[in-house]
């Protein structure tokens, strides 16, 4: 028999050879298996800007600068796993996505303020019949450009093909960097979080008595066609995972009884054929889900990821669903911006050793790191995965 010894007292001698990249450790993860260590990707927008020494105003409209503060903020502060490219602060996404006044750094407000929402009563009942009646792209040319003329109608496919392709390009770079790009598509969220935007909370809850059956009418439309409008834009950039916003439909908002009626039947098709499509599905859970954990069960195990922002439980988390699907999260921003680096290395060392315990964990910010965050506290992050993360 071959003696191997040598070789394996080796390669323990020398760890770095047994070391996985970033794409195998995201792999493992989210496969519920144990990776060399724990996986780190922060939620990167505004503090990019920050960080760079740009304008928001230059993050939210200008491709170059945008990705170059990226790749700069995660190069300098990490390494990381795995990056957002400032999706959630992409001037042309939000126009196209949100139904809301969008308020921009640089035109409404000063350069370097965050951009902010005006949420109004803008869409009415009768929109889930025009929903259902003219398809998700042309609804979107349709409502986004009442708000946005630059987008009206055709103009919302014309204007995001360059978009796309500027996407695809800035993915090979995070690649070429070592890193993975999170998401290759944000899906807005099941209809109710989109309508909720556009029709406002108040309106949108009184929709669910006064107007159910529209809502369960327009709710396969929409997501049948931003499911396939996400598989095609992500295979197309080259980045296999797909953002699915949810805060509006968790148990803070409505009740479960009302989310599993409502929401749960357009989500279950969502992450369905996204796994189907090759793909994982990245759950992005902003206020507190808690309650809804026990729900997830309903989705493929070992084929998502559950983002948690901070405001759900996620030791709670680990306990239902450790062994059912990878989560990710969740240093709060207010540790970020206001704790001290002792205070953040200590929590993130909780994260690894008890949500991370056997793998199926990624280290990262609750929601957006805040354009506030001190570096050294971003930086703490990156530390506490080199002093604590490795299996």
């Known amino acids: 028999m071959r003696n191997t010894n040598g070789r394996k007292d080796f390669k323990q001698n020398h760890p770095e050879l047994l070391a996985m990249n970033s794409r195998e450790r995201i792999d493992a993860v989210v496969a519920l298996e144990t990776p060399d260590r724990v996986p780190l990707a922060p939620l990167l927008d505004h503090f990019a800007a920050t960080y760079a020494g740009i304008t928001n105003a230059e993050l939210m409209t200008n491709g170059e600068k945008r990705i170059s503060a990226v790749l700069k903020t995660m190069q300098e502060l990490g390494p990381w796993d795995m990056t957002f490219v400032a999706d959630t602060a992409n001037a042309l996404l939000l126009k196209m996505g949100v139904p809301v006044r969008l308020y921009l750094p640089g035109k409404e407000l000063p350069e370097k303020s965050i951009h902010q929402f005006e949420e109004t009563e803008f869409l009415k009942p009768e929109d889930y019949d025009l929903l259902k009646r003219i398809g998700v792209i042309r609804f979107l040319g349709e409502i986004q450009g009442q708000l946005h003329p630059e987008i009206k109608g055709l103009k919302v496919i014309t204007r995001f093909l360059p978009s796309l392709i500027e996407l ?5 770079m995070i690649s070429k960097a070592g890193s993975q790009m999170a998401c290759g598509f944000v899906i807005p969220g099941p209809l109710f979080e989109y309508f909720s935007f556009g029709r406002g909370m108040t309106a949108m809850s009184m929709d669910l008595y006064d107007h159910p059956e529209k809502i369960k009418s327009a709710s396969p439309v929409w997501a049948k066609g931003f499911t396939a409008l996400a598989i095609n834009c992500a295979r197309f950039i080259g980045a296999p995972r797909i953002f699915i916003g949810l805060a509006r439909s968790s148990p803070t908002m409505i009740s479960p009884r009302h989310f599993e009626e409502f929401v749960l039947p357009e ?4 992450v369905n054929t996204i796994i189907d499509a090759g793909m994982t599905p990245l759950l992005h859970c ?3 889900w808690t309650k809804n954990f026990p729900l997830f069960k309903k989705f493929p195990k070992a084929k998502c990821i559950l983002e948690l922002d901070g405001h759900s439980d996620i030791f709670k988390a680990k306990e239902i669903l450790g062994d059912y699907m990878c989560i990710m ?3 709060p921003a207010y540790l970020l ?3 001290k680096k002792d205070e953040v290395m200590n929590y993130c060392k909780r994260l690894i050793q008890e949500v991370g315990k056997g793998g199926g964990f990624i280290l990262s910010s609750g929601c957006s ?6 570096p050294e506290n971003v930086r703490a992050m990156t530390e506490a995965v080199e002093e604590w993360g490795r299996y």
């Open 329 to 331: 999260g969740d240093v």
């Open 337 to 339: 911006a206001f704790g």
């Open 286 to 288: 902003d206020t507190d």
């Open 369 to 374: 790191i805040p354009a506030n965050a001190k």
């Open 168 to 172: 695809r390009r800035h993915r090979k």
């Open 267 to 270: 989500l279950e098709y969502m």
